[in-house]
């Protein structure tokens, strides 16, 4: 097996969406299709193939991207041969909804309530479009359907339209997407100056990673290598109760804002509790600069933001915690989709409203779930661990602390906030595997 891992990054083998950053604002679609006849899903390929960038031909320009992925049973469908498919992690051959229990998609969020097809073994490629505008996303869709006409072997199941406001905010009202990491080789800077680039193998396959070696490359070498792993969740979220447990819990509008920025981690504005502990700093927020240019090694008990905060279990920073965060550092793109609910509105309206969560790396067990099952859902690494992340995390009935001098205070009685709607790992390969899968003669 090759692994070159002194070389430079294949930037030209690689696809645009798994490295380069998403426009702001954006409209973007999730199209998910079924295989029944891998001839003309190969077919498929080669007309997809000439409108797919890599991530040196991407235009920063137009910031226009469509992204091609397979499900495990996905590469099965397209004749991908047996021993191939057994170099797959097993993570990734077992798929999301064999994990579910493991990942806290348990009660409603298990794959039984999933939305349909989701979790089922139809779900074989995705394609993924994102552009700035609905106009521009629109026309990248439209060269994608005209490269499925005269294949209707290669069946359309399901389709999922995202969308990031100008202000970036999600559906909590709170702005997203700030703490991305900065990785060796690509010419991307990361967002947080204090931050070391990472290995270049922690997102691409067939690299050296922050532990010295190489992650397992599907085989043969041209179908794993460049390649990386992405996940999807739809996540709906429950925003009118999220609102009314802080309302209840507030004396006044003023505290009822500061609990809910003590849960997140960040102001609506995105400005971080590290940097405005007190009150919302809305220009520190709009600052790409300064909003994620900070680390938590001055706030050991958390008397800014809390351990258990959203945030700082999804990026623990320099923390002292159990484990090494560099080793769990992850690519995520989280989008939206739905109607937002008014400011001010309490009561659900009943409309399905949530974030599709993305994430992109090489190394699904210690990324995503190792996040997923240690952090989101478990508190031993910050020495709570009866508690979970009480935004995203499976609560029933759970509680929350918030450090604080002279008593601290723990909240009881946490709902689910988020119910998973269904998922599924993919596998994005290079554009050279592409190529490879669309000559495939089996």
């Given amino acids: ?92 051959q077992q798929g999301m909804a064999a994990r579910a229990a493991e990942l806290g998609d348990v009660g409603e969020s298990a794959p039984e309530n999933w939305e349909h097809p989701l979790g089922s073994k139809d779900i074989h490629l995705m394609l993924a479009g994102l552009a700035p505008d609905a106009a521009r996303l629109e026309a990248i869709l439209l060269l994608a359907r005209d490269a499925m006409r005269d294949l209707p072997g290669v069946v359309p199941i399901w389709q999922q339209d995202v969308y990031a406001a100008p202000d970036e905010r999600e559906p909590f009202g709170f702005k997203d997407g700030i703490g991305q990491p900065a990785i060796e080789g690509t010419g991307i800077p990361g967002t947080n100056s204090r931050e070391v680039p990472l290995k270049a193998g922690e997102f691409i396959l067939g690299y050296e990673d922050e532990t010295g070696s190489v992650a397992q490359v599907p085989q043969p070498d041209v179908l794993g290598r460049n390649g990386t792993y992405a996940v999807f969740r739809k996540l709906h979220t429950r925003v009118a109760d999220f609102r009314r447990y802080m309302r209840d819990r507030a004396a006044d509008r003023a505290e009822e804002e500061l609990l809910a920025a003590k849960f997140v981690g960040r102001w609506p504005s995105g400005a ?16 790409p600069k300064r909003n994620n240019d900070f680390q938590y090694g001055d706030d050991p008990q958390g008397l800014k933001c809390p351990l258990g905060s959203h945030a700082r279990r999804m990026n623990p920073r320099d923390s002292v915690i159990t484990g090494e965060a560099r080793l769990h550092r992850m690519i995520r793109r989280g989008t939206n989709y739905g109607s937002q609910l008014p400011p001010g509105v309490y009561e659900d309206d009943g409309a399905e409203r949530g974030i599709v969560f993305a994430f992109v790396g090489a190394h699904l067990a210690r990324q995503f779930e190792f996040v997923q099952t ?3 859902n478990d508190g031993k690494f910050i020495g709570s661990p009866t508690e979970k992340d009480p935004l995203v995390g499976a609560n029933d009935e759970g509680q929350f602390t918030v450090p604080r001098k002279p008593i601290r205070r723990r909240f009881q009685g946490l709902p689910a906030f988020v119910v998973n709607r269904g998922g599924e790992y993919c596998f994005l390969p290079s554009l050279s595997a592409l190529r490879w899968l669309a000559d495939l003669d089996t």
Wanted: charged residues 25%.
């Fill in 1 to 92: 097996m090759s692994t070159d891992q002194g070389s430079a990054l294949g930037l030209h083998d690689i696809q645009a969406a798994a490295l380069q950053p998403r426009p702001t604002p954006y409209a973007g679609a999730y199209l998910a299709l079924r295989i029944d006849d891998r001839r003309q899903a190969r077919e498929l390929l080669r007309r997809l193939l000439p409108i797919l960038d890599s991530a040196d031909t991407f235009d920063a320009r137009r910031q226009v991207s469509l992204a091609v992925g397979f499900s495990f049973e996905g590469l099965r469908a397209m004749g991908v041969p047996e021993d191939s498919l057994a170099t797959f992690t097993p993570e990734f």
């Fill in 272 to 287: 971080p509790l590290s940097l405005a502990p007190d009150k919302d700093d809305p220009e520190l927020g709009a600052d």
């Fill in 374 to 376: 240690q952090w989101v």
